[in-house]
């Protein structure tokens, strides 16, 4: 069984700052990409920033210049800093990770379940 566990989420005034950390467990033999998405109260989800085990990464045009995806490899776990928040930043944020198992021979992508981030006066 794989988990991925999200922390750092909150409450935070608008032109503050939060880390979330996201980390993964299980029998994981390696973790291809990983990623943060979020979803607002009725809309759909959308990505945020994705990172490969290279350390390529993607961020949303709302998020450049604010945010910064990071991993640590060793830990199996993946950062979002975000910094300069807005009210608009506000939603649910999940991580993901395309990663194989033991002794499963392919990947398959796993989401965390889930960390609240609200941006408010």
């Known amino acids: 069984q794989v988990q991925l566990v999200e922390s750092g989420g909150g409450l935070v005034q608008p032109g503050g700052s939060l880390r979330l950390s996201c980390a993964a467990s299980?029998?994981?033999?390696?973790?291809?990409?990983m990623g943060w998405f979020r979803q607002a109260p009725g809309k759909q989800r959308e990505l945020v920033a994705t990172?490969?085990?290279?350390?390529?990464?993607n961020y949303a045009d709302s998020v450049k210049g604010r945010f910064t995806i990071a991993r640590d490899n060793a830990e199996n776990t993946v950062y979002l800093q975000m910094n300069s928040l807005k009210s608009e930043d506000t939603a649910v944020y999940y991580c993901?990770?395309?990663?194989?198992?033991?002794?499963?021979?392919?990947?398959?992508?796993?989401w965390g379940q889930g960390t609240q981030v609200t941006v408010s006066s």
């Open positions: 990172i490969t085990s290279a350390g390529t990464t």
């Open positions: 299980g029998s994981i033999v390696s973790i291809n990409a």
């Open positions: 993901n990770a395309v990663l194989r198992t033991n002794p499963t021979p392919y990947e398959r992508l796993y």
